[in-house]
C-alpha cells in the first residue's frame, strides 16, 4: 500500500517569492493533516481537512498562507509571499474514518518537504 | 489544555544496552499517548499508543512504554537497542474526545538517540 506521497521534497526560494506544496493522502483516508515542523521542534497543525472541508485551521497564518483540498482528495498548501521565518519542514498527514468505536485514530505522515527561505 | 515535556533532547547508548526516553505530559483530559519516531528522509511512523487500555504498552521493534498516571509520565524503552534505532522521537498527546475520533496531536520538542558500537 502506498503512503502519504509529498512533493516536492526540497525547495528552496528567495523571500517574497510565492511557493507551493503538494500532498496525496492514502487513499480512502477522509481526513487530511498540514504540519509544520520547526528546527529542533516537534511537529505543528496548521490545517486538518474532513474530506473537502477545512474544519481546523486555527492555527494557519492566513495572511500569507492558504490551502485547498479539491475533490477532498490531495491538497495542496501554498505560500505566498514566503518570509525568512518560514523555513521549516511541511508535514502531510492522513488518517482514516474513525467508524463507530470513535477514539484515536493513527495518523500516517508522508516525508515532508523541507522548504529554505534565503 | 495539552502539553509533552521530552525530559532529554539527545540521548547516547551503545548497542545492545538499554534504551530510556523520558516523557512527561499535562492534560486536563484522559489522555491518549503516542510514541512516535522519524527517520532521517523518512516520515513518522507510529512506535505504539496508549488510549486508557493496559498501563503498559507494546510497540514495534521491541519498544514499550508505561503509562503513570501518578506521574504523568509515559517514558519509552527497549532492553537492547540496535544501531537502527538511531533516530528522532516524539512523545505525543491527544485528548481523547467522546465523539468522533478526531484527536489533535501535541507533540513534543523530540529526543535524538544516538546508538554507538
Known amino acids: 500500500e502506498a503512503g502519504v506521497v509529498q512533493s516536492p521534497r526540497y525547495k528552496i526560494i528567495e523571500k517574497k517569492q510565492p511557493v507551493a506544496f503538494w500532498c496525496n493522502p492514502i487513499s480512502g483516508h477522509n481526513t487530511l493533516y498540514w504540519y509544520r515542523q520547526n528546527l529542533g521542534q516537534g511537529p505543528e497543525l496548521l490545517i486538518r481537512?474532513?474530506?473537502?472541508?477545512?474544519?481546523?485551521d486555527s492555527q494557519l497564518p492566513k495572511d500569507r498562507f492558504s490551502a485547498e483540498r479539491l475533490k477532498g482528495v490531495d491538497s495542496t498548501l501554498k505560500i505566498q509571499p514566503a518570509e525568512l521565518g518560514d523555513s521549516a519542514v511541511y508535514l502531510c498527514?492522513?488518517?482514516?474514518?474513525?467508524?463507530?468505536?470513535?477514539?484515536?485514530?493513527?495518523?500516517?505522515f508522508g516525508p515532508g518537504t523541507r522548504l529554505t527561505v534565503l | 489544555a495539552q502539553s509533552v515535556t521530552q525530559l532529554d533532547s539527545h540521548v547516547s547508548v551503545s548497542e545492545g544496552t538499554p534504551v530510556l526516553l523520558r516523557c512527561n505530559y499535562s492534560?486536563?483530559?484522559?489522555?491518549?499517548l503516542f510514541w512516535y519516531v522519524q527517520h532521517p528522509n523518512k516520515g513518522l511512523q507510529l512506535l505504539l499508543k496508549?488510549?486508557?487500555?493496559?498501563?503498559l504498552v507494546k510497540g514495534i521493534n521491541g519498544f514499550e512504554a508505561e503509562f503513570k498516571k501518578s506521574e504523568t509520565s509515559f517514558h519509552l524503552t527497549k532492553p537492547s537497542a540496535h544501531m537502527s534505532d538511531a533516530a528522532e522521537y516524539f512523545c505525543?498527546?491527544?485528548?481523547?474526545?467522546?465523539?468522533?475520533?478526531?484527536?489533535?496531536?501535541?507533540f513534543g520538542a523530540g529526543t535524538r538517540l544516538a546508538v554507538h558500537p
Open positions: 496508549y488510549t486508557s487500555a493496559a498501563t
Open positions: 481537512y474532513e474530506n473537502e472541508e477545512a474544519v481546523d
Open positions: 492534560s486536563s483530559y484522559s489522555p491518549s
Open positions: 505525543v498527546v491527544s485528548e481523547s474526545h467522546i465523539s468522533g475520533g478526531y484527536n489533535k496531536l501535541i
Open positions: 498527514a492522513s488518517s482514516p474514518f474513525p467508524g463507530l468505536a470513535g477514539g484515536p485514530v493513527e495518523q500516517f
